[in-house]
């Protein structure tokens, strides 16, 4: 059974940085894909960034600035540095992940809280 668990979030003041790490266990496959999303309260949930098996990166909307995605597939673990946090950056932080010849194929994290207090 693949399991997600997310590490990393709490409280931070406005202008600093976290790092959010996951670490993925029990996959008997490669996992394709490695990904960050947020859920904002009272909001649906985001695309934040991901990393596919072959390195190649891709962030959303909200986090081609701040953010940066990166894995490590020997610790079978990624992980988001989130610098200049905001206010606006408070949310759930769920890890990501799809083995595409796992069923079911997505797998989640049960996320870790980030709050940026002003």
């Known amino acids: 059974q693949v399991q997600l668990v997310e590490s990393g979030g709490g409280l931070v003041q406005a202008g600093e940085s976290l790092r959010l790490s996951c670490v993925i266990s029990?996959?008997?496959?490669?996992?394709?894909?490695m990904a960050w999303y947020r859920q904002p309260p009272g909001q649906s949930r985001e695309f934040l960034a991901g990393?596919?098996?072959?390195?190649?990166?891709t962030y959303g909307d909200h986090a081609k600035v701040r953010f940066t995605i990166s894995r490590d597939d020997a610790k079978n673990a990624v992980y988001l540095q989130v610098n200049s946090l905001k206010p606006e950056d408070t949310a759930v932080y769920y890890c990501?992940?799809?083995?595409?010849?796992?069923?079911?194929?997505?797998?989640w994290g049960q996320g870790t809280q980030v709050t940026v207090s002003s």
């Open positions: 990501n992940a799809d083995i595409y010849n796992d069923d079911p194929w997505e797998h």
């Open positions: 029990g996959s008997r496959y490669t996992i394709n894909v």
């Open positions: 990393v596919s098996s072959g390195g190649i990166t």
